[in-house]
């Protein structure tokens, strides 16, 4: 053996350092050290809900921090009533019928994420990833030593992906394809008829899906939510459903997710999970138990503050000179496009890009926007109105005051 004793060694793998730092995370703790530092900041950043919690899944939890039952490690895949309770909740808001065994509760969508694409690539397997997609996807698929084969899309198509687009796309090697509507960044929501043409083409295939419905119940105006895999029941053996409380109740600091997937899937990333981070907290468990039991009123409430505050970012946005802007159809962001003011003036710099223009954007007006590169997606910034009223009113102002 050839001894390689004296050859240097890279402290971190390749694979682990080739990860990007989560943009949307590095844009939030900039805009946090510049208010801790007293700046006005306004943050179009963040990917969560800002109201609490409602007090009735609060107060289960309390509850459940004094239970002895739930101070031991429980079964990996979840506690069994919430797997139950999972199955029931599917059934009533998109109709998917599937029992308990077919869940598998992850800490957090992300986890389920991550489990899936692990569960399901070797080496060199491609997967169709609509752009512009949510910034875990391709690092999720690479982690997997899977490929991400990017499918652009723009405003003029509703950033909504075709069935030629994907036929072209395909090779031998594609196992399966991301989807995810309502979609985080850009609001766009599938009509029924493209979410079934999709599901059509999938079977036909043999190409898995991973369908992504976190914000199944946040959609506006006519737009409606479908699950695919209930258009196109023959897509059940090869499909893995992604979902959580994160967004609906309110919840993303709690962590609780989870995959619906045929039982050999199940079985392997529970397996995966067994080793990597045994059972979800159990307090957090019981927590989204009572969410997942309880009534849609508080996400009733959260979905109406979420389509009147997008419909006005949308208008504030339309009404600045060149930027081009889609109406929200679902979740909680505008993706505007800012193109046309890159490479001329703006406060004395000229920005090539987004990633110059949105720090450019913090540093002068004291607004964070997420850079498009995030997400597969130069030329546009990802704007959340997951936030009050006021801000949002002031956050545009500031921007199209930058930018007249
Ligand atoms: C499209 C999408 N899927 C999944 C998630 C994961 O949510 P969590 O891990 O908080 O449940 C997010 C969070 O931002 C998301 O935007």
Redesign the pocket.
Known sequence: MRDMSDMPRARISRKIGAIAESATLAVDAKAKALKAAGEDVIVFGA?EPDFPTPAHIVEAAEAACRDERNHRYSPTPGLPELREAIAVKTARDSGYECSPGDVLVTN???QA?YNAFQALLDPGDEVLLPAPY?TTYPEAIALADGVPVELPTTERTGFRVSVEQLEEARTERTKALLF?SPS?PTGAVYPRDEVEAIGRWAVEHDVWVVT?E?YEHLVFGDNEFTSMPVLVPDLADTCIV?N?V?KTYAM?GWRV?WMIAPRDVVAAAGNLQSHATSNVSNVAQRAALAAVTGDLAAVAEMRAAFERRGRRMHELLSAIPGVACMEPQGAFYCFPSFVSALDRDVAGRRPGDTLELCELVLEEAKVALVPGEAFGAPGYARMSFALGDDDLEEGVNRIAKLLG
Do not use: E
């Open positions: 990917g957090g969508g992300k994420v949510w995810v985080n992504d976190i992604v959580g994160a993303t997710g």
